[in-house]
């Protein structure tokens, strides 16, 4: 017999996001929002704010951020123990994103990204992630398609801990020591 009832669904939770932005050569945005309200812990804020430059040859990004880890029910909207009503999880990352996509010459281009960040959430420790890629395309000029790319990706992310886990204490996301991405 339950003390309380797990949560193993979405249907009764709702997010909500209000965002402004101008598009022009100089792109400016805000966006505030929560994480899932009705869920066994309660929702927190979250959002982004950033700017885009672009120019002829691509364009350069930077963001500040906050936002919700969707990768399980324990990270996304917490948990509760059934057994002895204890709450974690609802894990949220804020940091920094800056992104370049650059033209180097006639139907080649470069894009680099990176992303530093907090992870916390309610009874679980603190994480920080630092993630980056390349990449680099030669355009080909395809019937049917607008634009089709092809070229090598690289991408590495790396955590302080895992908190791949469900039980109490851990943040249910995926979080390896390193992850290093070939394409």
Same mark, same amino acid.
Do not use: C
């Given at each position: 017999? /339950?003390?309380?009832?797990?949560?193993t669904e979405?249907?009764?939770l $709702?997010?909500?996001r209000?965002?402004y932005?101008h598009?022009?050569w100089?792109t400016?945005y805000?966006?505030i929002g929560s994480?899932?309200v009705?869920?066994?812990?309660?929702a927190?804020?979250?959002?982004?704010?950033g700017l885009?430059?672009?120019h002829l040859q691509?364009?350069?990004?930077?963001?500040?951020?906050s936002r +919700?880890?969707r990768?399980?029910m324990?990270s /996304?909207v917490g948990s509760?123990?059934?057994? *002895?009503g204890? *709450?974690?999880?609802r894990?949220?990352?804020?940091?920094?994103n800056a992104s370049?996509?650059?033209?180097? !010459?006639?139907?080649? *281009?470069i894009f680099l990204?990176g992303?530093?960040g907090?992870?916390?959430?309610?009874?679980?420790?603190?994480n920080?992630r $630092? !993630?980056?890629?390349i990449a680099? !395309?030669?355009?080909?000029?395809?019937?049917?398609f607008?634009y $089709?790319?092809?070229?090598? !990706? $690289?991408?590495y992310?790396t /955590?302080?801990?895992?908190?791949?886990?469900f039980t109490?204490?851990?943040?249910g996301?995926f979080s390896p +020591?390193?992850?290093a991405q070939?394409v």
């Amino acid at each position: 017999v /339950y003390l309380f009832e797990p949560n193993t669904e979405e249907n009764d939770l $709702f997010e909500f996001r209000i965002r402004y932005s101008h598009q022009d050569w100089l792109t400016p945005y805000v966006e505030i929002g929560s994480t899932p309200v009705n869920g066994p812990i309660q929702a927190r804020p979250v959002g982004k704010a950033g700017l885009i430059y672009r120019h002829l040859q691509g364009y350069v990004q930077a963001e500040f951020f906050s936002r +919700s880890i969707r990768e399980s029910m324990t990270s /996304y909207v917490g948990s509760i123990d059934p057994y *002895t009503g204890k *709450t974690w999880g609802r894990v949220t990352e804020t940091g920094l994103n800056a992104s370049i996509f650059q033209s180097i !010459a006639t139907d080649w *281009t470069i894009f680099l990204a990176g992303s530093i960040g907090q992870l916390s959430g309610e009874n679980v420790p603190n994480n920080n992630r $630092f !993630a980056g890629t390349i990449a680099i !395309a030669k355009e080909l000029n395809l019937d049917g398609f607008e634009y $089709f790319t092809l070229g090598p !990706a $690289f991408s590495y992310e790396t /955590y302080d801990n895992n908190q791949n886990y469900f039980t109490y204490g851990n943040g249910g996301y995926f979080s390896p +020591s390193y992850l290093a991405q070939g394409v």
